[in-house]
């Protein structure tokens, strides 16, 4: 069991910043992507999905410039040489969820799917299960960096509903094939939704980096 309750950077408070900034941006984005597709599925918010669709990309933005100062800070002060690859892929595997949020939100706006009403309430469970998925994986990763404790309480929560997610996913699809929609929409609907999935599919990835970093840090 892990029982690190120790900062990783007790001197080093400006890196401890931004890396609980960091943390933050992936927690917010996967909030506002929930928000997002509700307000998308509303079909009268087309003015507020824009306003969504731009904070996001602020998001994604701030925490790239994030990711970049962090990973410069560890090299230019030579910052836990020990843990310095584990660190940098952690920060580089979490920054991809913001970057296929960002995606999947941006060809929202951009394609404009007609999604039948009948979908609408098993969407908004999936992107609810997915953006938690996100919450938690944010909420973990966080605690790597300071609290061993509950790494592993979190990351079971994020394998949790990644499974949820997958369920979903894939009702969701036999939904859309078995409806009279035309191949074209099916074929849209299909990819926007696997696309939509594959958020949690990063998220649990960035969970098993994690755990075996975790483990590594505990020995």
Do not use: W
């Not at 400006?14 to 609980?20: A, V």
């Not at 994030?66 to 584990?86: G, M, T």
């Not at 979490?94 to 309430?121: A, C, G, T």
């Amino acid at each position: 069991m892990f029982k690190i309750k120790i900062s990783l950077f007790p001197k080093t408070k400006s890196l401890e910043n931004k890396i609980d900034n960091f943390h933050d941006k992936v927690i917010d984005s996967a909030i506002l992507f929930r928000k997002a597709i509700k307000v998308f599925l509303s079909q009268d918010g087309h003015e507020e999905y824009r306003s969504v669709n731009k904070q996001i990309k602020k998001i994604e933005h701030d925490a790239d410039g994030l990711r970049r100062e962090i990973e410069n800070q560890l090299y230019a002060q030579n910052l836990l040489p020990n843990l310095q690859a584990d660190i940098l892929e952690l920060i580089e595997s979490m920054d991809k969820i913001n970057n296929q949020i960002h995606d999947v939100v941006y060809k929202f706006h951009v394609e404009q799917p007609e999604i039948p009403e009948n979908l609408h309430r098993s969407v908004e469970i999936l992107c609810k299960q997915v953006a938690e998925c996100c919450e938690n994986m944010g909420i973990a990763s966080r605690a790597f960096f300071k609290d061993l404790s509950i790494v592993r309480d979190y990351t079971h929560k994020v394998y949790l509903m990644e499974q949820e997610s997958d369920l979903t996913c894939n009702e969701i699809k036999k939904t859309i094939f078995a409806s009279d929609l035309p191949l074209a929409n099916k074929i849209q609907l299909d990819l926007l939704i696997s696309e939509i999935d594959q958020i949690a599919d990063i998220a649990e990835d960035c969970a098993d980096k994690l755990l075996i970093f975790t483990i590594k840090r505990d020995i």
